[in-house]
């Protein structure tokens, strides 16, 4: 319940912010946002499509085409729906909500 709190409030943060991130987004990967370098240091482009962030893989479903909510981006890093690992433990909570919404923000792009 706490975890789940947090993640709002830093959800409410993030989007706050709003706007820094998205768009094209270049081939480097350090000059890009810190949402892209977690997905692609996490490895989530060797099963997911996701052409902005460089990700090729056919394993899982193609995050492009699925276009998922933030929400569901941070479901299923933490549940790890079926053939896919968790990655609760691996990836902060902090850094999971960043992710989740690179990934909401770039997919289909
Ligand atoms: C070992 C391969 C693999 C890796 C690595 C992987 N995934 Fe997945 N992912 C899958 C598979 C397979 C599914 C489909 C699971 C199912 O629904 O049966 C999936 C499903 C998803 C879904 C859709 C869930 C839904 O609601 O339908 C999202 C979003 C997703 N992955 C994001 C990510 C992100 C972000 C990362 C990196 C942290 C990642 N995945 C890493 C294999 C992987």
Do not use: W
Request: hydrophobic fraction near 40%.
């Amino acid at each position: 319940m706490t975890r789940l709190a947090l993640a709002g409030l830093a959800l409410l943060m993030l989007a706050g912010c709003g706007g820094a991130t998205g768009g094209s987004g270049g081939a480097n990967v350090a000059a890009g946002p810190p949402g892209k370098r977690l997905f692609v240091e996490n490895g989530c482009g060797g099963c997911h499509q996701l052409a902005a962030a460089g990700g090729g893989g056919s394993f899982g479903p193609d995050l492009d085409m699925l276009r998922p909510s933030a929400a569901r981006v941070e479901a299923s890093l933490r549940t790890g729906p079926g053939a896919m690992p968790s990655y609760a433990g691996r990836i902060s909570d902090a850094d999971m909500i960043v992710l989740a919404q690179y990934v909401q923000t770039v997919a289909g792009s």
